[in-house]
């Protein structure tokens, strides 16, 4: 499988890859952009603008209701990574505040990744995938106003994940068998459309999903492929 001119990220088991930076996904104005893979077709609502100097090119996310790009539907996933590039700016702008939503959508339960903003555990990795919900909150702690790379890993037999933050890999245990990434369309940025709480406020610059997990050494290759570009 071949990445169209992206760099020396793992292609095994990659279903979905999105690079804001690469014209091959996104040209700027555009109201849609297409996965590096097999050309899924996502929309980019009016909450979410692009900026070329920021990391090569971004995508700007301002925190309302309408701040979100289109994840399709990608189908009979069980173990499952994601792997995403992000900068928070600032707090939601709609609902309830003190997270930012990564990646999520909310069809028979919360399905999110987020990022603590306020409160003890401010700065804090928080993987809300689980149904009914269980939201579980890791040491991993990043530093909101600049570049980071999260992975989440989960192992659908084992019923344990594994959470990465810059390449290292947090000392919390990740065990919930109900975890799933489900057959539906998910949103970067939100969990729905429109947004109602945990909006995105920063930049996303790419988002990577695979149909299994991926070991701490891939982890790590994808990181150092994409880190300089983030002044990493």
């Not at 539907?73 to 309830?96: C, E, M, P």
């Not at 610059?205 to 050494?217: K, T």
Request: hydrophobic share 35%.
């Amino acid at each position: 499988m071949g990445i169209r001119r992206g760099p020396n990220v793992v292609s095994s088991g990659l279903l979905y890859y999105l690079d804001s930076a690469n014209t091959f996904c996104y040209t700027s104005g555009s109201a849609t952009c297409s996965d590096l893979i097999d050309n899924k077709t996502g929309n980019i609502y009016s909450g979410v603008s692009f900026s070329g100097s920021e990391a090569a090119g971004s995508w700007v996310f301002d925190g309302g209701a309408s701040a979100s790009i289109d994840v399709p539907a990608l189908n009979n996933v069980t173990d499952f990574s994601i792997s995403i590039w992000f900068r928070v700016t600032g707090d939601s702008q709609v609902g309830s505040t003190g997270y930012n939503t990564l990646i999520g959508n909310l069809q028979g339960g919360d399905n999110r990744i987020l990022i603590n903003t306020a409160g003890s555990n401010n700065r804090r990795v928080a993987i809300d995938f689980s149904t009914p919900d269980s939201v579980i909150i890791t040491n991993s702690t990043t530093s909101l106003d600049e570049w980071n790379n999260v992975v989440f890993a989960y192992n659908n037999t084992t019923g344990t994940g594994s959470l990465y933050v810059n390449n290292a890999l947090s000392v919390t245990p990740i065990e919930d068998s109900t975890i799933s990434y489900n057959n539906t369309a998910h949103f970067l940025g939100g969990s729905e459309l429109p947004i109602g709480n945990y909006a995105m406020n920063g930049y996303i610059s790419s988002c990577a999903i695979y149909d299994r997990v991926l070991s701490a050494a891939e982890v790590s290759q994808n990181y150092n492929a994409l880190k300089t570009r983030f002044g990493l």
